[in-house]
């Protein structure tokens, strides 16, 4: 190997991903991932957005809303105490930061970074009491599903949020 002095101050990268392409790295307590199957031909495309067989909730199907962020805008920090959120990301490029500040949770403390688009579809399962904000990183509007597993409670919101610079959330955008 040619002797490079311009290496000592360069960062090496970390594995992020198995052979077979899985995370290598651990995802808060209760957040669950599912990859999307999106199904192309000549007509368009097909990707099922929700199926109760999955198991990515015991809870039933209740609510449904739909979520654009623009480019470079952020959305949360915000946490729901009494449900999960079930993200479904279908369109644009967008990063999800979660934090666990749970009492008695074993990920208290842990952050995940995560990467949604239209090439990486996925469900996101974000349990009660996760912080989480997500990123519009792309050059168009990012769209997003949310089946979350209590309907909006208009009179009295289980919507808590912090600002985007808090240190209470160890994560600068």
Known sequence: MPDVPSLAAAKKFEQTVTEEGERVDSLIDGVVLRQSVTHPDERGT????????WGLSDEPLVYVYQVTIRPGQVKGFVLHRT?????????????????????????????NELHFSEHNRTHLVIPP???????????????FVNCPTKPYNHGDPDKWALPLDTDQIPYSF
């Open 83 to 111: 449900y999960s959120d079930r993200l479904f990301f279908s369109l644009g490029t967008v990063k999800v930061v979660l934090y666990d500040d749970r009492e008695g949770s074993p990920t208290r403390g842990m952050l």
């Open 46 to 53: 097909l990707t099922e957005v929700f199926n109760p067989a």
């Open 129 to 143: 009491g996760v912080w989480h904000a997500m990123q519009n990183i792309g050059t168009s509007d990012a769209l």
